[in-house]
T-cell receptor, first 112, second 112 residues
Framework: DTEVTQTPKHLVMGMTNKKSLKCEQH?????MYWYKQKAKKPPELMFV???????INESVPSRFSPECPNSSLLNLHLHALQPEDSALYLC???????????FGPGTRLTVL | GESVGLHLPTLSVQEGDNSIINCAYS??????FIWYKQESGKGPQFIID?????DKRQGQRVTVLLNKTVKHLSLQIAATQPGDSAVYFC???????????FGPGTRLSVLP
């Protein structure tokens, strides 16, 4: 298995909802990432997990809460989001923090 | 032609011609570079990478050139095909960082 999968593909939520994005890889990669991408912009790093420990949090608001239950899974818990949080949320993984990152297809999030 | 402005830079080429996409980086400590291709509605896809101890690397129909003196990276695509139409991002990382910094991206449009 050489891919990163993400669910759901699309998500529409209200500002009071709680939802979770999921990411999975079975390549044995030990680093996993969450990125946010707005239209016509490059991906912006949100969080980095290395060996299941959070190693980078790029000043992301607390309404985004990452979780790494094991080396293959990465979640992003969402609560009380704002309409400006609407974006494509990308998960990526890499063998280590010094190797190329492989991206999933993303979750298209719309906050109403 | 190529245009830069408030919108995503765009490069338009005729099918069968060669394409050259450029990227400038600012961190002189960057030592690893990747080119990604992102098609509409998909996550970025790894194309080719290069480390700072090299100045050229070739793949299938693609070549990456690195000029460390002027901090410039380019991606050359030979015999451009309609399937090459996408947004191309360069990404850089230094040996101490755990994350890649993405460039603004260039949209490649292949004209029939």
């Amino acid at each position: 298995d050489t891919e990163v999968t993400q669910t759901p593909k699309h998500l529409v939520m209200g500002m009071t909802n709680k939802k979770s994005l999921k990411c999975e890889q079975h390549m044995g990669h030990r680093a996993m990432y969450w990125y946010k991408q707005k239209a016509k912009k490059p991906p912006e790093l949100m969080f980095v997990y290395s060996y299941e420990k959070l190693s980078i949090n790029e000043s992301v608001p607390s309404r985004f809460s990452p979780e790494c239950p094991n080396s293959s899974l990465l979640n992003l818990h969402l609560h009380a989001l704002q309409p400006e949080d609407s974006a494509l949320y990308l998960c990526a993984s890499s063998q280590s923090a010094h190797n190329e990152q492989f991206f999933g297809p993303g979750t298209r999030l719309t906050v109403l | 032609g190529e245009s830069v402005g408030l919108h995503l830079p765009t490069l338009s080429v005729q099918e069968g011609d060669n394409s050259i996409i450029n990227c400038a980086y600012s961190n002189s400590a960057s030592d690893y570079f990747i080119w990604y291709k992102q098609e509409s509605g998909k996550g970025p896809q790894f194309i080719i990478d290069i480390r700072s101890n090299m100045d050229k690397r070739q793949g299938q129909r693609v070549t990456v050139l690195l000029n460390k003196t002027v901090k410039h990276l380019s991606l050359q695509i030979a015999a451009t095909q309609p399937g090459d139409s996408a947004v191309y991002f360069c990404a850089e990382k230094d040996n101490y960082g755990q994350n890649f910094v993405f460039g603004p991206g260039t949209r490649l449009s292949v004209l029939p």
